[in-house]
């Protein structure tokens, strides 16, 4: 009876294991639908009486930061773009309008209290996909994609971001008061470099190209980035960042190299064509074992938080949008995310439909991890495969429909702005012109030519 249980086991495995195909882009297609209602069903913020644009959260409220959110748009906007199924886009644009703050530059009162740079970029990213890919433009009295992006920008770019502690680079987190105020990371630097490369191709203003390349250097410089192309995590200022930590997470290499991409594709100049590449070789071979995504800092005792269970998938659609940006690249990429594809579905065979999605990808069978992070990484991953029948990323000047305001959220970055006047004790350091951003945000931006 024993042997013949176990084959009823490792049938009905192998059984479910097919039920997602991505053999065909008609097998993409329909597998990607199914995974964007499984993932839709996490977020509640459409329905009476719930908040729209956020997943449930914060902790102790629910698993996710208010951040996620704005990941989770930005993969919604892919999946229409990828598949042509509008079927969400209502509530996509009701979510990311929702979250815009009164100074429409994502710092939304209830959440800025908590707030770092990473989690208002991350809504400004996807503010700026939806520009870049022609996702429907809202009404006319509302903020525009392109505006938003810019408004994220330009609250970052503003001095009173930077400090002269190490050199320069942004904090993790805006408050002075937070946890995490005495850290510069990767991530949120790797966001403001990501989208000042992805602003100066969409309106052709050098302005933002000259920022991030001085991001990038930033970044070299203080060592968060070595010659291999690891990047780590980030330090402490107090350490003037010596203490670097580390830890390497996969979004870092992923913002990185699609900003790389984008200054590659601007500036046509093969330095960064080579760092495309490195990135993309350091890439393979600290998260890519056997060729499937895998998030070397938790993964293998499960140690990862709520976050870190999201990464795979800015991951894939990041290196699919590469390939568009730096076609060169395709040839590296496409591949990879391919069999890292086929291993994320095998394993998608949990309870209760026999669909679900685990985290862990590499062992092929489903781990019991699931939520929206691990939805949204299979998601991402499959529908990233339809990347080569999708039109590339627009700018103004070949199609862009979205209005842009080059002054959008200047003097708006402070959390001043919102909540009481913090104390002049606790604002030492605080607006001092940094090595990177040398220019006051009129001086640098009043002269720039509207985006659309």
Known sequence: MAPTALGLLVSAGLASAQF?????????????????????????????GQTPGILPGPPPA?????WEGGALWGTMIDYWHLTGDDTYNDVVTQAMLWQVGPNRNYMPPNFTASLGNDDQGFWGMSAMQAAEQNFPDPPPDQPQWLSLAQAVWNTQADPDRHDATCGGGLRWQIPFANNGYD??????????FNMGARLARYTNNQTYADVAEQT???????GF?????????????????????????????????????????????????????????????VFFPNNTAYEVACEQHMTCTADMLSFKG??????????????????????????SAQAAVNQCTGPPNGRTCGFSWSSGVFDNSVGAGQTMDALAAVSSLLIGQSRSPVTNADGGTSVGDPNAGIGSGSIGDD?????TKDRAGAGVVTAVIILTAGAAFGWMGIGK
């Open 216 to 222: 990038w250097d930033w970044v070299v410089s203080v």
């Open 62 to 66: 629910g698993d996710y930061y208010w």
């Open 225 to 285: 980035m070595d010659k291999d192309y690891n990047i780590f995590d980030g330090a402490h200022v107090e350490t003037n960042c010596t203490d670097i930590n580390r830890a390497q997470f996969s979004y870092n290499n992923a913002v990185f190299i699609l900003g790389a991409a984008y200054m590659y594709n601007f500036t046509g100049d093969s330095k960064w064509e080579d760092r495309v590449n490195g990135l993309i070789d350091a890439t393979f071979r």
């Open 20 to 48: 997602y195909k991505i053999d065909s882009n008609d097998d993409i297609t329909a597998s990607a639908k199914t995974l964007a209602y499984d993932l839709m069903s996490y977020y509640h913020g459409n329905e009476s």
């Open 183 to 192: 850290y510069k990371n990767s991530i949120a630097n790797g966001i403001f």
């Open 419 to 423: 909540l009481p006047p913090i104390a």
């Open 314 to 339: 800015y991951l894939h659609r990041w290196m699919a949008t590469t390939t568009q940006i730096a076609p060169f690249s395709a040839k590296k990429i496409l591949p990879v995310l391919q069999h």
